[in-house]
C-alpha cells in the first residue's frame, strides 16, 4: 500500500515535470519569436516550476526512506516540508505577476508600450498550455486523493493556477491583436491575487501538520464513540494527534477504575489500541496513558477534551 502510495506521488511530479519542462521551452521560444510579452512570462513561469518541481521530487523520495534511531516515525513529515516549499514557490510566482502586469499598466498608460505579443501563434500556444494544464489539474487532483499527500494535492492546485495564468495571457494576447493591450496586464494581476490566495492556502495547511496541530472534532468524536465500546474506559481526558505524512500516531490519556492492577490497566490500553488501529484509517500508532477516573473529567465533551489537550501541550512546551 505504502509502495504504490510512493510510486503515484513520483509519477504525478514526474508528470508535472516534465510537462513543465517541454512547456517552458515552448512558450519562451515562441515568445521570443512572436515578441509577445505575454507569453514570454508564460514561459518564465512554466521555467520556475521546473525548479521547485525538482526540489519536490527531492522531498518526496527522501520521505520514503524506513524509520531510523533518529526518526522512529520515518520521514513523512518531510512531505510537508515539501509543500511548504511548493506554497512558498507559488505565492513567489503571485508577487511577480502581480509586479510585472502592474509594471506594463503603468508603462501603457506612460506610452512606453504599445504593443502586447499580437502574432496569432503566441495566441494558439497559450490557449493549447490552458487544454493541457486543465488535463493534469483533474488527473493530479485525482493522484491527490488516492495518495492523501499533500505535496501531490500542492502541485494539482499549482496545474489550477497555471491554467487561470495561461487563460489570463490568452485573453491578453486576444485583446491585444485586436487593438486593446491593456487586457493582458489587468488580467494578470486578477489571476496573480486567485494565485496568491492559492499559495497562502497551501502553506497553512503545510503548516497545520507541521505545527502538531489538535485533532479535529470529527476525530476526536469517532475516538470517543468507540472507546465507548470498551467498558472498562470510564473516561477520555486528553486526545493528541501527531501526522507523519499520510499516517497518524494517537496519543490518548484514559480514565479507569482506581482499583484496577497495573496489569489489568495494561491489558485495558491493548484493547484500546486495537480498536483504535483497527477503525481509523492511517493510523500507524497509538500510546495509550491510563490512571484512575476522577470526577473533574466526568462527562467531558469533545470540545472540552481538546481544549484541555491543547492547555497540556502548551504547559510542556514552557
Same mark, same amino acid.
Given at each position: ?21 517541454? #512547456? ?44 531510523? %534511531? ?49 502574432? $496569432? ?59 486593446? $493591450?491593456?487586457?493582458? $496586464? ?39 464513540? #468507540? ?36 496489569? %489489568? ?15 481509523? $484509517? ?20 469533545? %470540545? ?15
Amino acid at each position: 500500500m505504502s509502495h504504490d502510495r510512493d510510486r503515484k506521488s513520483l509519477w504525478a511530479i514526474n508528470l508535472g515535470l516534465g510537462s513543465n519542462i517541454l #512547456l517552458s521551452i515552448v512558450k519562451t521560444t515562441f515568445g521570443i519569436l512572436s515578441g509577445s510579452p505575454a507569453l514570454l512570462a508564460e514561459g518564465i513561469n512554466s521555467t520556475s516550476d521546473v525548479a521547485y518541481y525538482v526540489v519536490a521530487s527531492i522531498f518526496v523520495r527522501l520521505a520514503t526512506k524506513p524509520a531510523d %534511531e533518529d526518526h522512529p516515525y520515518g520521514h513523512r513529515q518531510l512531505e510537508s516540508i515539501a509543500s511548504l516549499v511548493v506554497g512558498a514557490f507559488v505565492v513567489t510566482t503571485a508577487i511577480a505577476i502581480f509586479w510585472d502586469s502592474v509594471g506594463k499598466l503603468w508603462d501603457l498608460f506612460n506610452g512606453n508600450l504599445t504593443s502586447l505579443g499580437a502574432h $496569432p501563434y503566441a495566441l494558439w500556444v497559450a490557449l493549447s498550455t490552458v487544454f493541457i494544464k486543465i488535463i493534469l489539474f483533474m488527473y493530479v487532483r485525482k493522484l491527490g486523493k488516492e495518495t492523501r499527500n499533500t505535496v501531490v494535492d500542492a502541485l494539482a492546485y499549482d496545474h489550477r493556477n497555471d491554467i487561470f495564468s495561461a487563460l489570463a495571457a490568452s485573453i491578453g494576447i486576444f485583446f491585444a491583436q485586436r487593438g486593446f $493591450p491593456w487586457g493582458d $496586464p489587468l488580467a494578470g494581476a486578477l489571476v496573480a491575487l486567485l494565485i496568491l490566495r492559492t499559495g497562502i492556502y497551501i502553506l497553512r495547511e503545510s503548516s497545520v501538520e507541521l505545527m502538531d496541530a489538535v485533532p479535529s472534532k470529527e476525530l476526536a468524536l469517532q475516538i470517543l464513540i #468507540l472507546l465507548k465500546n470498551v467498558p472498562a474506559v470510564q473516561q477520555l481526558e486528553e486526545l493528541q494527534a501527531h501526522r507523519f505524512g499520510p499516517h497518524l500516531v494517537l496519543n490518548l490519556t484514559i480514565g479507569i477504575k482506581g482499583t484496577l492492577s497495573v496489569k %489489568e490497566g495494561n491489558s485495558i490500553s491493548s484493547i484500546v489500541e486495537e480498536i483504535l488501529m483497527k477503525n481509523i $484509517p492511517n493510523v500507524s500508532r497509538v500510546h495509550v496513558h491510563y490512571h484512575p477516573a476522577n470526577k473533574q473529567h466526568a462527562d467531558m465533551t469533545v %470540545e472540552q477534551i481538546l481544549a484541555e489537550s491543547q492547555k497540556n501541550t502548551a504547559l510542556e512546551e514552557d
